[in-house]
């Protein structure tokens, strides 16, 4: 890669960080301004101080951004990304913030963050929130592919809704800075749904077929399934159930009364594979570990009217499941499933949907396709 990329890539660098630094309070009225509007021409007037600098250097700065992000676009897998990339990542700001009274009986005019929104059941999530009329998404994922969904959701919409942020969902930093800026342009997000997941799957312990020697799953590899499989949905849902608890607390609202309606929902993203499955012990271990936490957050956060369930889908038609091997499915799966056919995305989406309109909907439900093991 030339220099002359590294150098917008830089430059974008520290015009995030000017930002970051000089302009954070005004970063929802700022993004919805452009060169040539009324309120942009009297910033140019401005004498003095950082309104002044960021004034007069904002077509500048505009074009590089612009240009660094199809160069970043066309340097694709060339260049690995370091660190979060929210402001990089974003879509845009939306057309009109959520308002009036919460009514979760329905999608339309929420606010929601999906985690694993760049394909598989996250993406049909998003694409099939989107036709219910939700008024803002989150979609979030570490791959690249996360911007162009959100592109073809906004395009389903016939409006702009979704904004990507791409980044690890693992960082604590990079999660409250996606809940801050979604809630500066949409307003307060009522629905979390967190599926980013990963596995390693091998045996707990196996013989080495060339050496003899006993070997056992690797704990490192175990940290992470758990790093990414359970903590970082959890936490995803609890800074959900922070944002209520801070909107109702600005209200003078204390403990949620039935009344009021509820306020928000959780569903966690479990699986099948939480009754236990040979070659998933880190994999198992955490779906299994969501319902735990479902259980106890939902007991917790029904104080601010937020509701916690989870779904444990079945073999769906992801690529987390075609990674298996077609001869894997043909053979190990579909026999097993009363359908005799992989589950299809938009099947636990719609799935999803009901689990978070419907308030007599709790605890977990099995979206397994009438999936048994084999005997």
Not at 41 to 56: F, H
Not at 155 to 183: H, K, M, N, S
Request: with cysteine; glycine share 10%; charged share 20%.
């Amino acid at each position: 890669m030339s220099d002359n990329i590294y150098r917008y890539f830089d430059q974008v660098a520290s015009l995030r960080k000017l930002w970051a630094n000089s302009f954070v309070n005004m970063a929802g009225t700022w993004s919805q301004l452009s060169p040539g509007s009324l309120v942009f021409n009297e910033m140019r007037k401005m004498q003095g101080g950082t309104l002044r600098m960021l004034a007069e250097t904002w077509d500048q700065n505009m074009r590089t951004l612009n240009d660094a992000l199809g160069l970043r676009r066309t340097a694709g897998g060339i260049m690995k990304t370091q660190g979060r990339s929210l402001a990089t990542y974003k879509v845009g700001t939306l057309e009109a913030r959520s308002a009036g009274a919460v009514d979760m009986r329905t999608i339309k005019g929420q606010v929601a963050v999906i985690t694993g929104a760049a394909s598989g059941i996250g993406q049909a999530l998003a694409l099939d929130m989107a036709r219910r009329g939700v008024a803002g998404l989150a979609l979030v994922d570490f791959s690249d592919r996360i911007a162009q969904v959100a592109r073809e959701v906004n395009t389903e919409a016939g409006r702009q809704v979704a904004i990507a942020y791409r980044g690890d969902t693992t960082d604590a930093a990079f999660r409250e800075e996606v809940y801050a800026d979604l809630t500066s342009k949409a307003g307060v997000p009522r629905i979390c749904v967190p599926g980013a997941a990963i596995t390693k799957d091998a045996l707990a312990v196996r013989i080495d077929k060339q050496t003899g020697e006993v070997v056992t799953y690797p704990v490192e590899d175990f940290r992470k399934v758990v790093e990414v499989n359970m903590i970082a949905p959890i936490y995803w849902a609890i800074e959900l159930v922070a944002a209520v608890a801070k909107d109702r607390a600005s209200r003078g609202l204390k403990r949620w009364q039935p009344e009021e309606g509820l306020q928000g929902a959780v569903v966690f993203l479990g699986s099948i594979a939480s009754i236990g499955n040979v070659g998933q012990i880190s994999y198992s271990s955490t779906k299994a570990g969501l319902e735990g936490a479902a259980s106890t957050l939902m007991a917790e956060a029904m104080y601010y009217g937020v509701r916690c369930s989870v779904i444990h889908p079945g073999f769906t038609d992801t690529p987390m499941v075609r990674a298996l091997g077609e001869d894997f499915i043909r053979e190990k799966v579909l026999p097993q499933t009363q359908l005799k056919r992989l589950i299809k995305p938009e099947e636990i989406a719609d799935a999803i949907c009901f689990m978070l309109t419907n308030a007599a909907v709790s605890g977990e439900l099995f979206a397994d396709a009438g999936w048994r093991p084999a005997t």
